[in-house]
């Protein structure tokens, strides 16, 4: 009995009935083939044929599905999203998954003093690597160890910011109620443990999650944490496709991908930004029409501007970007020097990490939630419709050289968090025309109802600054843009 035959038969039944036992297609096939048999040829298909199987004594409940649309959060299920990442933690359930998975790999308790201390050696080893530049870099997950360290050390964190970046874009209505992800460089199931924990709470919708990976350590990682995770939530992960994400085939990609996830993974990757560029070009071709894909790199300047040249060449080959950048002036920016990164509440540490961290607390301990990132789209999709209006008089950041010292009115994005202090309060903005940094100083004692707006406004979201004084600031090269209390500043969303 050929797949195909089975394949076949199955479109047809679906079609005839909304409802169906797997085990009634050995009626429509030839020869004698088993329930596990069918299950094994359609599991896989099933997302993609619009269908879902639900375990029924032995059997599979074979339901048809409506066509995807897009996933609406209502009130309460946005509070339960924002309660969970206003104090973000690894779930009890998911701690105790990784706690016996270290029993497992190393048959030892997994608090054992010499599991402890080699976890350590494993992070030290690891953050030696992600600090060194150049193509002495090398950044490998290939023993035991090294699994256990990233779990310790980097999962965390990752874990946090991938929840962040997938409720901003489900509170955005960009999400479908039934989706199929690809975790490019999944490692041990990072973003699709971090899924799985949002439908969790979301307690409806699909998702069907696909990955890549390079190492068979973090394979079995995945197969161990992920799947155990997902299990009685209706999310379906699959095993990750082994494959080097440098040299890989496209056919190894599945096709029809609603998003797609680079997660703290290009930047490890040899051969250079023109290289990223091209890998990242090549999987989008399976990139369904109204899909995305997300690009997170770490916070620090060297990957953080890198990621912000590589999203500008990705536009030079035929992608959008949803956010968190927009185009005001309907211009290309040049991201010379562009340093802008997320930055989020602390999540607490695990039981794992304190124990790693002992009285070396500035060693092993990892809470900072602090990421850069790009969503990019095909069908020229933004988050931030605003443009500026025909004959508006407000200048842009190119000019800033012929305003100095005086008065003027901008318009811009809001690109950091607070970086000044209790006597200053420091913004990163951008408008997407200067080739030098420029910074919205609001003094405390100038704060006012005038401009307050600034301190409010989410990352990314475009203000309009009237009355503001243009500063050259020559010890660091870039603008300043000094707001008194007589500085009025609009959000321009509350104005669409």
């Known amino acids: 009995m050929s797949d195909r035959e089975i394949i076949s038969a199955i479109k047809y039944v679906s079609r005839m009935k909304p409802e169906f036992m797997l085990s009634e297609i050995r009626n429509y096939v030839k020869g004698d083939v088993t329930t596990v048999r069918l299950h094994e040829v359609i599991g896989p298909l099933a997302f993609d044929m619009g269908l879902k199987l639900e375990p029924v004594d032995g059997d599979y409940k074979v339901i048809r599905m409506p066509p995807p649309g897009p996933l609406i959060l209502n009130e309460d299920e946005r509070k339960a999203q924002e309660s969970f990442l206003q104090s973000p933690h690894v779930p009890a359930k998911l701690e105790k998954l990784i706690e016996d998975y270290i029993e497992k790999k190393t048959a030892k308790e997994w608090d054992d003093p010499a599991v402890l201390e080699k976890i350590r050696k494993a992070i030290i080893a690891q953050k030696a690597e992600y600090w060194r530049e150049g193509e002495k870099r090398r950044i490998s997950y290939d023993t035991g160890y090294s699994i256990l360290g990233y779990l310790a050390y980097q999962f965390p964190v990752y874990f946090a910011q991938f929840e962040h970046i997938f409720y901003e874009l489900a509170a955005d209505g960009v999400l479908k109620d039934r989706i199929k992800v690809l975790d490019v460089g999944t490692g041990p199931g990072t973003v699709a443990l971090a899924i799985v924990d949002f439908y969790r709470r979301l307690k409806r919708g699909e998702a069907d999650v696909r990955s890549l990976e390079k190492y068979d350590e973090?394979?079995?990682?995945?197969?161990?944490?992920?799947?155990?995770?997902?299990?009685?939530?209706?999310?379906?992960?699959?095993?990750?496709?082994?494959?080097?994400?440098?040299?890989?085939?496209?056919?190894?990609?599945?096709?029809?991908?609603?998003?797609?996830?680079?997660?703290?993974?290009?930047?490890?990757?040899?051969?250079?930004?023109?290289?990223?560029?091209?890998?990242?070009?090549?999987?989008?071709?399976?990139?369904?029409?109204?899909?995305?894909?997300?690009?997170?790199?770490?916070?620090?300047?060297?990957?953080?501007?890198?990621?912000?040249?590589?999203?500008?060449?990705?536009?030079?080959?035929?992608?959008?970007?949803?956010?968190?950048?927009?185009?005001?002036?309907?211009?290309?920016?040049?991201?010379?020097?562009?340093?802008?990164?997320?930055?989020?509440?602390?999540?607490?540490?695990?039981?794992?990490?304190?124990?790693?961290?002992?009285?070396?607390?500035?060693?092993?301990?990892?809470?900072?939630?602090?990421?850069?990132?790009?969503?990019?789209?095909?069908?020229?999709?933004?988050?931030?419709?605003?443009?500026?209006?025909?004959?508006?008089?407000?200048?842009?950041?190119?000019?800033?050289?012929?305003?100095?010292?005086?008065?003027?009115?901008?318009?811009?994005?809001?690109?950091?968090?607070?970086?000044?202090?209790?006597?200053?309060?420091?913004?990163?903005?951008?408008?997407?025309?200067?080739?030098?940094?420029?910074?919205?100083?609001?003094?405390?004692?100038?704060?006012?109802?005038?401009?307050?707006?600034?301190?409010?406004?989410?990352?990314?979201?475009?203000?309009?600054?009237?009355?503001?004084?243009?500063?050259y600031n020559k010890e660091y090269d870039a603008y300043n843009l000094l707001v008194t209390r007589n500085t009025i500043i609009k959000d321009t969303k509350r104005q669409e």
Not at 364 to 388: A, C, H, P
Not at 391 to 412: E, P, Y
Request: aromatic share 8%; hydrophobic share 40%.
């Open 218 to 471: 973090n394979i079995e990682a995945f197969i161990a944490l992920a799947h155990e995770y997902a299990e009685g939530t209706g999310i379906t992960v699959e095993k990750p496709i082994k494959a080097d994400l440098l040299d890989i085939k496209q056919t190894s990609i599945p096709e029809g991908i609603d998003l797609m996830v680079f997660s703290n993974v290009l930047n490890e990757t040899a051969g250079g930004i023109e290289r990223r560029a091209e890998t990242v070009m090549a999987m989008s071709k399976n990139l369904s029409k109204d899909g995305s894909i997300v690009i997170i790199e770490p916070a620090d300047k060297v990957n953080s501007m890198e990621m912000r040249k590589l999203a500008v060449m990705l536009m030079g080959k035929g992608l959008g970007v949803y956010s968190p950048c927009s185009f005001i002036w309907c211009a290309q920016c040049r991201p010379v020097s562009c340093w802008t990164f997320q930055e989020k509440d602390d999540i607490k540490p695990t039981g794992l990490m304190q124990k790693v961290a002992g009285d070396e607390s500035y060693r092993f301990m990892n809470t900072d939630i602090k990421y850069s990132y790009v969503v990019l789209r095909k069908d020229g999709l933004t988050r931030e419709k605003y443009r500026v209006p025909r004959n508006a008089k407000f200048a842009r950041f190119s000019k800033l050289k012929a305003h100095t010292d005086r008065r003027i009115n901008v318009v811009a994005s809001v690109m950091s968090g607070d970086l000044g202090d209790n006597k200053n309060h420091v913004y990163k903005v951008c408008d997407g025309t200067s080739n030098k940094p420029v910074y919205a100083v609001v003094p405390a004692y100038h704060i006012s109802a005038n401009n307050e707006t600034l301190m409010k406004v989410k990352y990314g979201q475009v203000v309009e600054i009237y009355n503001v004084l243009a500063r």
